[in-house]
């Protein structure tokens, strides 16, 4: 059983001379709806986000894209047991964060699949590179709740957040994948190819 595309949705045709472009038209027309996400296509809400398709091959099912996000706040949980400097550093708790001027660039991989006689296309990879303009990051709890030493640590992060991010990253550009593949398939899941790419 097949779901009619959203009236929202521009289909691009396949052969289309300028797929390129029609995608891009496609993808700000849906724009808007991303604000709050849509709910009855599973999709969640992802924005502030830019986005530009540099390369598309239909024929492998790869997209190519960058997308940047001018702002990604980070909300987790930590567990550390180390030494930053000299400084023994032992805690578990809250790690809030934000990260601004994010520039990444995405290759999504793709596949074709046969259900109940129809032909769907899903996506088997989010593969993502992120590169961070800045940032600030707070840990808690860490010192026993000592505050002083708590603001100390939290102080040199975030004079040191490039080398700090640096260890963060691959786990931010994972879950980032995870989440944005998560969003892809349940983009293009509920319509046959045909539909998407008549």
Not at 157 to 171: Q, S, W
């Amino acid at each position: 059983m097949n779901i009619y595309l959203a009236s929202f949705v521009h289909v691009c045709h396949k052969e289309d001379p300028n797929l390129i472009q029609c995608m891009m038209a496609s993808v700000e027309d849906i724009r808007p709806f991303l604000v709050d996400g849509v709910p009855e296509y599973h999709i969640p809400s992802l924005e502030p986000l830019r986005y530009g398709v540099s390369s598309v091959n239909l024929d492998d099912y790869v997209f190519s894209l960058s997308v940047d996000l001018p702002k990604l706040r980070i909300e987790a949980h930590y567990n550390v047991d180390g030494k930053l400097l000299v400084v023994p550093v032992k805690g578990s708790g809250n790690l809030v964060g934000t990260i601004i001027d994010c520039k990444s660039k995405v290759r999504l991989q793709g596949e074709l699949y046969e259900k109940n006689g129809e032909t769907y296309l899903r996506y088997t990879s989010f593969d993502l590179h992120v590169d961070v303009g800045g940032g600030s990051v707070r840990l808690e709890n860490l010192f026993n709740g000592d505050k002083i030493l708590l603001e100390m640590i939290n102080d040199v992060v975030n004079k040191n957040f490039h080398l700090f991010l640096k260890e963060l990253m691959p786990i931010i550009e994972n879950a980032l994948s995870s989440v944005f593949l998560e969003t892809a398939n349940a983009i293009v899941e509920s319509f046959t190819y045909g539909q998407l790419f008549p």
